[in-house]
């Protein structure tokens, strides 16, 4: 006798949803710790633990708001994406800055630059570089902790309006009960 066996292959819709559900976080998992090696020291001490700020952040707001969960996972995800990439760029940006001269940055322009211009240069870029390492993670706990906020207020208010009509409903202006 033989096994018979039902096989169906996976619709597109199927493996994008198991691409999302498991594919995605992992790949975002992965970028993180490429990054933070390849950021050395800087990124175990601010990189990573912002990350981690971001990613428990997107776990609480979507534990509390389990209506909009699902946005908050995507975003959560979407965000630390960017943020990783974002300082890699930044990196990448320094790196190259980091071996101009003021005559290189003379000829580029086509007119005199003084002498202290490829350190500033350089400076500039590595003063955003730490903004940008500090200021999207805390930006996005702020949103985070925002939505929060307004979608409590946002349920006691329909609480307060739904106990409100309750109480128009029981007790019309014209003394005739329901």
């Given at each position: 006798m033989e096994k018979i066996t039902y096989r169906q292959g996976m619709s597109s819709q199927e493996f994008a949803a198991y691409f999302f559900a498991v594919g995605f976080p992992a790949a975002v998992l992965v970028l993180s710790i490429v990054i933070v090696t390849r950021f050395g020291q800087f990124g175990q001490n601010l990189i990573a633990p912002m990350t981690?700020?971001?990613?428990?952040?997107?776990?609480?707001?979507?534990?509390?708001?389990?209506?909009?969960?699902?946005?908050?996972?995507?975003?959560?995800?979407?965000?630390?994406?960017?943020?990783?990439?974002?300082?890699?760029?930044?990196?990448?940006?320094?790196?190259?800055?980091?071996?101009?001269?003021?005559?290189?940055?003379?000829?580029?322009?086509?007119?005199?630059?003084?002498?202290?211009?490829?350190?500033?240069?350089?400076?500039?870029?590595?003063?955003?570089?730490?903004?940008?390492?500090?200021?999207?993670?805390?930006?996005?706990?702020?949103?985070?902790?925002?939505?929060?906020?307004?979608?409590?207020?946002k349920i006691s208010k329909q609480k307060f309006f739904d106990q409100l009509r309750g109480i128009r409903e029981e007790h019309p202006k014209n003394g005739k009960g329901r």
């Open positions: 981690a700020v971001m990613w428990g952040a997107g776990a609480v707001c979507a534990i509390i708001l389990p209506s909009h969960r699902q946005n908050i996972i995507t975003e959560t995800h979407w965000t630390i994406t960017g943020y990783l990439l974002g300082m890699f760029g930044l990196q990448k940006v320094v790196q190259l800055v980091s071996g101009t001269t003021s005559e290189m940055l003379a000829a580029t322009y086509d007119q005199a630059m003084p002498a202290a211009s490829n350190a500033s240069l350089s400076g500039f870029l590595e003063y955003m570089l730490w903004i940008v390492a500090v200021m999207v993670p805390i930006g996005f706990v702020v949103m985070e902790g925002k939505k929060i906020v307004l979608f409590r207020r």
